[in-house]
Structures are given as structure tokens and as C-alpha cells.
């Protein structure tokens, strides 16, 4: 079992900056692939990016590539997105996500067990 707390959202003007944490709990963090979602309002949930368990591969979506960097700290059981640039068509809930998965983490092609509630991250222009 994996609990997932999303952190970090909040309002921010166009071309700035937020980082987002996922807080996770349990001792085998560091067995799972993380990757973070969003989802805007009349929206489908979108994938965003995904980062192995070991934090040696990362996958994004082309909207987030160039902009975004997912990392982690296994020793704090962390993963983090770092969003520059930020854009109005960036205003979601962002969701952190959690699936035992090897290689590539193509979070965005498997169904997966273990989700945050969410964090609302508001773009103005």
C-alpha cells in the first residue's frame, strides 16, 4: 500500500514558476514508478511526466517537455515536478500517481493502483 499527499499548488501569473511535491508513505517507495497527472476543469486527467524507481529514466508529455523536470528523493519519499513557464492552459488539478513498473515508465500506458487527492495549480494571464 502506497498513500500519496500532493503539495505545492497555488496561483502564479503566467511565465512564473511552482514546484509541486508528492509526499509518500510506506517503506518501499523507492520500488515504484511516480509520475504525475492533471486534469482541467471539463477535461480528461492528462499524463504530465513519470519517473522510474530508481530515478535513472524519465518520461514527459510533449506539453511539459522543455518546461517541466520530474525528480525524487528515495530517502525522503519524494517526487517532485518542477514547472517553469507556466502557461493559462497549465491550471489543473495535478495528481500524483504511483505503479510498480520497470524500465521506461510509461505511467501513461498502464492502469495504476495508488493516486493523490490532488493539487490545484491556477495560472493567470
Given at each position: 500500500?502506497?498513500?500519496l499527499v500532493e503539495s505545492g499548488g497555488g496561483l502564479v501569473q503566467a511565465g512564473g514558476s511552482l514546484?509541486?511535491?508528492?509526499a509518500a508513505s510506506g517503506r518501499t517507495f523507492s520500488s515504484y514508478a511516480m509520475g504525475w497527472f492533471r486534469q482541467a476543469p471539463g477535461k480528461e486527467r492528462e499524463f504530465v511526466a513519470a519517473i522510474s524507481y530508481s530515478g535513472a529514466?524519465?518520461?514527459y508529455a510533449?506539453?511539459?517537455?522543455g518546461r517541466f523536470t520530474?525528480?525524487?528523493?528515495?530517502?525522503?519519499?519524494?517526487v517532485y515536478l518542477q514547472m517553469n513557464s507556466l502557461k493559462?492552459?497549465?491550471?489543473?488539478?495535478?495528481?500524483?500517481?504511483a505503479e510498480i513498473l520497470n524500465g521506461?515508465?510509461?505511467?501513461?500506458l498502464v492502469p495504476l493502483d495508488y493516486w493523490g487527492q490532488g493539487t490545484q495549480v491556477t495560472v493567470s494571464s
Open positions: 500500500q502506497v498513500q514546484r509541486l511535491s508528492c529514466y524519465t518520461h510533449d506539453s511539459a517537455k520530474i525528480s525524487r528523493d528515495n530517502a525522503k519519499n519524494t493559462p492552459e497549465d491550471t489543473a488539478v495535478y495528481y500524483c500517481a521506461i515508465p510509461r505511467l501513461d
